[in-house]
């Protein structure tokens, strides 16, 4: 039955340029948006830069830029890295758009009209690399875990949110599986927080000078982080007088890393709550990599480029090769050495070679499909669905490949290039059933490599098939 799925990435901050951790969860999303699409769901899928803050303020003085200059430059990169990338969002969002400051006032304005929200003063500590209030007891030698920087000491005026009226509810919705925390160890490690306790959070700043007015206080701008959340429903026009928002609210899945966990999974929802929407109906929490071992980090000179990996493999090899290193949902690490060696296992002598000698004996012994033959279906193309649905991608892609290695292995043992031509009728039947094989690998490989997915289509897809170019070329070849 086909439903509609909204699906969302986190929207990144501008301070820089994109890198594979960006470039991993936005790829996740889109083959989950294009595997709904692909089966017939109605999709919008948003992604999208996070753009005011300290954080990038401070990097476009270090650029020395005007803010709106500088996102402006970093948030095309974005574009261009998604667009390498073969990317099919439905909405770009940026967070200095008019629409998205519209949305943001029409909520704002709930939310204080809803009574949850109070002036005081806050006094204390704010990372701004994390671009949030951090306690005492969070810091390592006087220092933020994460960025390994001293915290800002501040006093100032700020809006607050009662999260404290809303806490039990939200621990509830997550206890009782309505609102969704996958996989279940991130479940408990929410469920952790709560007991931790909880406190209001700013809804305001008094200092940060780039970002949205505070609409009832404008010499407070809109705190960085309940500005960003909104972007989820400020991308599918919230505020707007049309149908588009209640069509595509609540959002099916919210992607992200376990870094920005806590505000979605109870900051949001608690917001939402104050303003009588619906919840999201899912989170995924992916894990978090580090490349060869270490943290990426810009000092360590260990960054990689999503534009690199493109311009080396292709778009669609580095889908693939970003997704099957490590299974989503948990921490890993990404070898730089094992991206060549599985492009050329994987790609260039496992699937290449698979289309380029199957076509190639086909246009030979001029055999064609059967186009009456309907495509495999059987238990295997359903585990791998099934798994791509519930965002097991590295098993899915090991599974596809297993079709692969299987279909080579049945090429090879069947050696039709040994037939003679009074086996005619025998090279037909072997060649036929690969292609089969190879129509049903082309429709499982394509939310993770659309492009190759439909050059394999096209190619198998009439009474005659020809050889073509290599998919994908050895890398010693290139
Ligand atoms: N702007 C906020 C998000 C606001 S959403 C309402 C933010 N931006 S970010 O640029 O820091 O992006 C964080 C996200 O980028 C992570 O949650 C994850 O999706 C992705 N990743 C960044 N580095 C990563 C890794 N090293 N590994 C995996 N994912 C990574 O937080």
């Known amino acids: ?13 501008v301070n820089d340029k994109p890198h594979i951790g960006h470039a991993y969860t936005t790829v996740a999303a889109d083959v989950l948006a294009r595997w709904h699409r692909h ?22 003085v270090e650029a020395g830029q005007e803010p709106q200059e500088f996102v402006n430059e970093v948030a095309k990169l974005f574009r261009i890295a998604w667009k390498n990338l073969n990317i099919k969002y439905d909405n770009f969002i940026r967070t200095t758009s008019p629409e998205h400051h519209r949305a943001v006032g029409v909520f704002i304005n709930k939310l204080k009209a809803s ?7 806050y006094e204390g500590l704010y990372c701004v690399g994390c671009e949030k209030f951090i306690t005492e007891k969070e810091l390592v030698e006087g220092k933020c875990p994460v ?18 009226d809303y806490i039990e509810q939200v621990k509830e919705l997550i206890v009782s599986g309505k609102m969704k925390i996958l996989p279940e160890e991130r479940k408990k490690e929410v469920l952790g927080l709560f007991e931790q306790g909880m406190e209001d ?19 407070q701008n809109i705190y960085v982080w309940v500005e960003a959340l909104q972007n989820y429903i400020s ?12 069509k595509w609210w609540p959002a099916d899945c919210h992607i992200m890393a376990k870094d920005i966990l806590k505000f979605h999974a109870i900051y949001w929802p608690a917001l939402l709550l104050a303003v009588g929407e619906p919840l999201p109906k899912e989170q995924f929490i992916h894990g978090f990599f580090t490349i060869d071992g270490k943290k990426m980090s810009k000092s360590l000179g260990n960054v990689i480029n999503p534009n690199d990996l493109v311009n080396q493999y292709g778009s669609d090899a580095t889908r693939y090769l970003l997704l099957s290193q490590f299974p989503f949902g948990q921490d890993g690490d990404v070898k730089k050495s094992l991206f060549d060696e599985k492009y050329n296992s994987d790609l260039a002598n496992g699937l290449g070679n698979l289309v380029s000698r199957t076509a190639n004996l086909m246009e030979k012994n ?12 059987n238990d295997k193309v359903d585990i791998i669905n099934k798994q791509i649905e519930h965002y097991r991608f590295d098993e899915a892609l090991k599974g596809i490949y297993g079709i692969i290695s299987q279909a080579n292995k049945y090429l090879d043992e069947q050696a039709p290039w040994k037939h003679t031509p009074d086996d005619k009728e025998k090279t037909t039947i072997v060649l036929q059933n690969v292609s089969d094989w190879i129509k049903t690998i082309a429709e499982l490989i394509y939310p993770f490599m659309p492009i190759t997915s439909r050059r394999i289509s096209q190619q198998f897809a009439g009474p005659s098939v020809k050889k073509e170019d290599g998919l994908f070329p050895r890398l010693s070849d290139k």
């Open 115 to 121: 009574n949850s929200i109070y002036e005081d003063k």
């Open 201 to 219: 959070f700013s809804v305001s700043r008094e200092k940060v000078k780039w970002g949205i007015p505070l609409p009832f206080d404008k010499k």
């Open 39 to 60: 089966r017939g769901d109605e999709v919008f899928f948003l992604t999208g830069t996070d753009e005011h803050g300290a954080k990038v303020a401070e990097s476009a």
């Open 1 to 13: 039955m086909s439903r509609k799925y909204y699906i969302t990435t986190p929207i990144y901050y």
């Open 235 to 246: 991308g599918i026009g919230y505020g707007e007088p049309s149908e588009k928002f209640s």
């Open 366 to 377: 001029d055999v064609g499909i059967d186009t009456a033959q309907q495509p495999i279906s």
């Open 147 to 164: 960025h390994n920087k001293k915290p800002k000491k501040i006093k100032e005026k700020n809006y607050f949110f009662k999260l404290t």
